[in-house]
């Protein structure tokens, strides 16, 4: 028997409920073990939060599973069949590897080795890419011997690209909710269409990450009550490694009959980094700009897109409401051509883009904190204006010659130096922790839904 439509509704409903019945539980039970996160420099909340928010989503992935394992309409999935156990059994270790860092914070070796064992896992039980077609070249058929590598290097991107992105309330579980959603449908389609087969389980893994993601906001939206921590965090990158390499790997590359297989051609390489392109451009960024300080690429900073909206003059939600939006249009953009069995009008979506452009750098709060800022520069002395970086200013302040006010004592001085160093050093790293909304920078936020 065939699931249809609705027995994946079901299921995802499932693990909806369960997320969203079981995380007041975890929140509660993690307050009274104290296992919470306490404000610092790149938080943008005040008070300490509950950060195992991944208990409850295991949960709710457990019980949809087993759910899904009692339906008759997915006897195909579970008979004679390992892949869900090697699924299970992977995200079990993630799981376990994200909260023993939530806990007792793990060296970033050790999150890699968890992460490692459960790609290893994943291919024990034969949960691995086949073959893809790398674009205007040929398609790849992976030997037994590059399976392995390849199925960890892609947990390894997927579950890195979660963790970096969850760093605002609500914008991790939301974009993986759109995500996970829109490969959903994407891979319904090409079952029904007969490129992948009855036994795939892709499309299940799919729509339970959308069921997770979706029990899990209300608690999770700005302001928070509960964050994933790493353990959802990983947990979610296992299921959409899991859902786009089993999907993307395995159905035929070389059927080009449906005008949706002109995007296909190009899978699984552009399709998934198409719908998960915010946390994957994300991530890359993060990765060029610590390799050009000659940083590690574990040390946090402040540079990643949702700080860079913050320090705009977007509030926390909007923010996150942005780069929501994104994610929408570019899995609107793949969604398309398979479910229309149109080509694609590019101007649509090049319209939506440029409006989400123009709302980020246009909108109110924007412009009143830039004139903010240029006001600010007006009322400080001549002297005051110059950058530091400039030579002038280096040899004035080596000569003595920058005059500072004689009112006041030191510390009014050292108090006014601190407020116009803050000012001066926007977006620079030891200063970036002044432009996050909900602590220097309460007012600008007031009106930012």
């Known amino acids: 028997m065939t699931p249809g439509l609705g027995d994946f509704l079901l299921i995802g409903g499932v693990a909806a409920i369960v997320t969203f019945v079981t995380t007041p539980i975890v929140r509660a039970a993690a307050l009274q073990r104290g296992w919470v996160v306490a404000p610092n420099e ?30 008759g309409s997915f006897d195909q999935i579970f008979e004679s069949n390992s892949e869900p156990l090697g699924v299970l059994i992977a995200a079990l270790i993630v799981f376990a590897t994200g909260m023993l860092d939530d806990i007792r914070d793990m060296a970033p070796p050790g999150k890699v080795t968890g992460v490692v064992l459960a790609g290893a896992a994943l291919s024990w039980f034969g949960v691995t890419i086949d073959f893809f077609r790398v674009p205007f070249y040929d398609v790849l058929v992976l030997s037994n011997d590059w399976k392995p590598l390849v199925t960890v290097l892609w947990l390894l991107g997927m579950t890195q690209a979660i963790n970096l992105i969850d760093g605002l309330d609500g914008l991790a579980a939301g974009i993986v909710a759109i995500a996970s959603a829109s490969f959903f449908l994407y891979s319904n389609q090409l079952n029904d269409l007969g490129l992948v087969t009855d036994r795939n389980i892709g499309p299940l893994v799919a729509i339970i990450t959308a069921g997770i993601c979706v029990g899990f906001l209300p ?137 989400i452009v123009l709302f980020t750098v246009l909108h109110p709060s ?65 200063n970036d922790e002044s432009e996050i909304p909900g602590q220097q920078e309460l007012p600008l936020e007031a009106d930012a839904d």
């Open 42 to 71: 790149r938080s943008v909340h005040t008070s300490p939060i509950p950060h195992v928010g991944g208990l409850a989503m295991l949960a709710g992935f457990c019980a949809a599973l087993l759910t899904a394992w009692g339906v």
């Open 219 to 355: 608690y999770n939206f700005n302001p928070a009550r509960i964050f994933m921590g790493d353990s959802g965090a990983f947990l979610l990158g296992l299921m959409l490694a899991v859902s786009t390499s089993v999907v993307g790997g395995r159905a035929d590359p070389n059927t080009q009959q449906f005008v949706g297989q002109t995007f296909f051609f190009f899978a699984p390489l552009v399709i998934p980094l198409l719908i998960l392109g915010v946390p994957i451009l994300d991530t890359s960024f993060a990765i060029i700009r610590r390799a050009s300080k000659r940083q590690a690429l574990d040390v946090a900073d402040k540079g990643h897109l949702h700080h860079r909206l913050m320090n705009l003059g977007h509030g926390h939600r909007r923010s996150v409401l942005i780069l929501w939006t994104w994610t929408a249009l570019l899995s609107a953009f793949v969604l398309y051509p398979i479910l229309t069995d149109e080509n694609p009008s590019y101007l649509p979506f090049g319209i939506g883009a440029l409006a």
């Open 366 to 430: 924007v412009r009143r904190k830039r004139a903010m800022e240029v006001e600010a520069a007006l009322q400080r002395p001549a002297s005051e204006q110059l950058d530091p970086s400039r030579p002038e200013r280096r040899e004035s302040d080596a000569t003595g010659e920058i005059n500072r006010p004689e009112s006041g004592g030191d510390d009014e001085d050292d108090e006014n130096d601190d407020g116009r160093d803050g000012l001066r050093g926007r977006g620079t790293p030891e």
